[in-house]
């Protein structure tokens, strides 16, 4: 079990089709993420939110929008998706990243059971 | 970026053989984590080493950060089949995944 909760934990969507993943923790974490995992392959780190704001984005197609409503809900809109796309999408947690000189600290990352999303 | 490399890619072992992994940067690492990510499930956080040359322990599993803080090693002694799944190294400082090391383990 985790504390961290995915919703739904499949979906089938159409490549015209609009949707949303739905990632929501109540540990107080203000760091949350957003990977994508393919089979047999390292999750792939696509945002970061740091204290509702986004952090990081690794150059990810804008047919992926992310939204943080606030520090306990991550959401990834999905519009006009690729086969290609089909994957695990897995949220994840973890307290506030600190950027203290000279280096940078992440605690522990808390994962969610991920979306199996298939893309017909 | 800090990318890191990770192997071997997959290991096959006998109930109670021993089991390393090990995962190097080119360049110098702030902190490194290591996650268990079994068959269907999602990647569960085991360890995080910081100082260079750190060595810990739990139970039969061990972990060591190098002395350049540029690799570091998961060793399992006596494996068991509860052992099976994916290891995983991770940049803490960027939040990258290694490439993993997928461990099957004969009854």
């Known amino acids: 079990d985790t504390e961290v909760t995915q919703t739904p934990k499949h979906l089938v969507m159409g490549m015209t089709n609009k949707k949303s993943l739905k990632c929501e923790q109540h540990?107080?974490?203000?760091?949350m993420y957003w990977y994508k995992q393919k089979a047999k392959k390292p999750p792939e780190l696509m945002f970061v939110y740091s204290y509702e704001k986004l952090s990081i984005n690794e150059s990810v197609p804008s047919r992926f929008s992310p939204e943080c409503p606030n520090s306990s809900l991550l959401n990834l809109h999905l519009h006009a998706l690729q086969p290609e796309d089909s994957a695990l999408y897995l949220c994840?947690?973890?307290?506030?990243?600190?950027?203290?000189?000279?280096?940078?600290?992440?605690?522990?990352?808390?994962f969610g059971n991920g979306t199996r999303l298939t893309v017909t | 970026g800090q990318q890191v490399m990770q192997i071997p890619q997959y290991q096959h072992v006998q109930e109670g053989e021993d089991f390393t992994t090990y995962c190097n940067s080119s360049?110098?690492?702030?902190?490194i984590q290591w996650y268990k990510q079994r068959p269907g499930g999602h990647p569960v956080f085991l360890i995080q080493l910081v100082k260079s040359g750190e060595v810990k322990k739990q139970k039969r599993l061990t972990f060591q950060f190098g002395e350049a803080k540029k690799n570091s090693s998961l060793h399992i002694t006596a494996t068991q089949t509860t052992d099976v799944g994916t290891y995983f190294c991770?940049?803490?400082?960027?939040?990258?995944f290694g490439d993993g090391t997928t461990l099957t383990v004969k009854p």
């Open positions: 991770v940049n803490a400082g960027k939040s990258t």
């Open positions: 360049t110098t690492l702030s902190n």
């Open positions: 994840a947690s973890s307290q506030a990243i600190r950027q203290a000189s000279p280096s940078s600290y992440n605690s522990p990352l808390h």
């Open positions: 540990m107080g974490h203000r760091a």
